[in-house]
């Protein structure tokens, strides 16, 4: 599969695209530009029951736009 078949899969499950999904987040409470890739696929998987590479994908969305942080490498 894709990646851009994933993000389809996703609109056509849910409805939403990356940005509307980052919009849900954020009007549910749980964005925040610092949040981690575990909380987004936490909550995505109970409000949308989306699984693990799916919601790994919207992350990547987040990230490549800058919405949320990549995580600091430990030295």
């Known amino acids: ?3 851009q078949a994933y993000i389809d899969n996703i609109k056509t ?12 987040a954020e009007d549910a409470g ?6 981690k890739a575990g909380e ?8 949308f029951e989306l699984g693990h590479g799916h919601a790994m994908a919207i992350w990547a969305v987040w990230k ?3 919405w949320v942080q990549a995580p600091k490498s430990k030295k």
């Open 64 to 66: 490549h736009n800058g």
């Open 30 to 35: 749980v964005y925040s530009p610092t949040m």
């Open 1 to 3: 599969m894709t990646f």
């Open 13 to 24: 499950k849910t409805g939403k695209t990356p940005e509307q999904l980052r919009d849900a």
């Open 40 to 47: 987004l696929v936490a909550w995505l998987e109970q409000e």
